[in-house]
T-cell receptor
Framework: NAGVTQTPKFQVLKTGQSMTLQCAQD?????MYWYRQDPGMGLRLIYY???????DKGEVPNGYNVSRLNKREFSLRLESAAPSQTSVYFC????????????FGEGSWLTVV | AQSVTQLGSHVSVSEGALVLLRCNYS??????LFWYVQYPNQGLQLLLK??????LVKGINDFEAEFKKSETSFHLTKPSAHMSDAAEYFC????????????FGKGTRLSVIA
C-alpha cells in the first residue's frame, strides 16, 4: 500500500549544490504537487502538475524546477541550493477536480549549509 | 483569491476536554474545505472534508466540522480530547472549477495535557 513515495528522506547540501527530489504515486492520479513546510508558515505550494505533460508555478517557485516524467512521477530540482531552501518538502497527488482528497508522502528533510 | 485563516497557532486543552480549532475562509465561489492532521515527523492525512453535501461533516477519530456559509467558517471540534490527538492541524480550501490546488492555513498545534 505505497501511496505517495518520495526520496530521499533526509539530505544535507552545501550552498550551491544541486539535487533532485523524486516522487512517485501508485494511485493513478492525474494531479501531483510539491509543497514546502516551514515553521509558522504552513504548507506553501512550489509547483504542481494538473495532468501529465503540464506544470504550473505555485506560490513559491523561485529556485526550483520540476519535471512530470510520466503519470506516476513528479520530480523537484534545486539547481543551486541556498540556505533559505532548508525546509521539509512534501510531494502529494490527487484526482482532478477541487473536491478530491490530496494524499501526501512522508516528507523529505532538506538542510542547506 | 481564496485564503484560509486559522485562529491560534497553538491550542492547549486538558485530556477529556472539548477541542475547538478555528478556521475561516475567504472565497468568491463555493468552496471545498478540508482538515488535515500531521503527527510528528509524518506527512499529512485527511481528517474530513466538506464538498457541498451535509454541512456537518464527521471524520476520523470522532472529529467533526460544520460548514457555516454565513460566517465563512469551518471549525473543527472533538467532544473529548485524547493524548493521541496532540498534533498539528491544517485547514485547507479548494474549488470545484478547474484544478486549483489546495490552499492551506498556517496550522494550529494542539497540545493535550494529562
Amino acid at each position: 500500500n505505497a501511496g505517495v513515495t518520495q526520496t530521499p528522506k533526509f539530505q544535507v547540501l552545501k550552498t550551491g549544490q544541486s539535487m533532485t527530489l523524486q516522487c512517485a504515486q501508485d494511485m493513478n492520479h492525474n494531479s501531483m504537487y510539491w509543497y514546502r513546510q516551514d515553521p509558522g508558515m504552513g504548507l506553501r505550494l512550489i509547483y504542481y502538475s494538473a495532468s501529465e505533460g503540464t506544470t504550473d508555478k505555485g506560490e513559491v517557485p523561485n529556485g526550483y524546477n520540476v519535471s512530470r516524467l510520466n503519470k506516476r512521477e513528479f520530480s523537484l530540482r534545486l539547481e543551486s541550493a541556498a540556505p533559505s531552501q532548508t525546509s521539509v518538502y512534501f510531494c502529494a497527488s490527487s484526482g482532478q477536480g477541487g473536491g478530491n482528497t490530496i494524499y501526501f508522502g512522508e516528507g523529505s528533510w532538506l538542510t542547506v549549509v | 483569491a481564496q485564503s484560509v485563516t486559522q485562529l491560534g497557532s497553538h491550542v492547549s486543552v486538558s485530556e477529556g476536554a472539548l477541542v475547538l480549532l478555528r478556521c475561516n475562509y475567504s472565497s468568491s465561489v463555493p468552496p471545498y474545505l478540508f482538515w488535515y492532521v500531521q503527527y510528528p515527523n509524518q506527512g499529512l492525512q485527511l481528517l474530513l472534508k466538506y464538498t457541498s453535501a451535509a454541512t456537518l461533516v464527521k471524520g476520523i477519530n470522532d472529529f467533526e466540522a460544520e460548514f457555516k456559509k454565513s460566517e465563512t467558517s469551518f471549525h473543527l471540534t472533538k467532544p473529548s480530547a485524547h493524548m493521541s490527538d496532540a498534533a498539528e492541524y491544517f485547514c485547507a480550501v479548494s474549488f470545484a472549477s478547474g484544478n486549483t490546488p489546495l490552499v492551506f492555513g498556517k496550522g494550529t498545534r494542539l497540545s493535550v495535557i494529562a
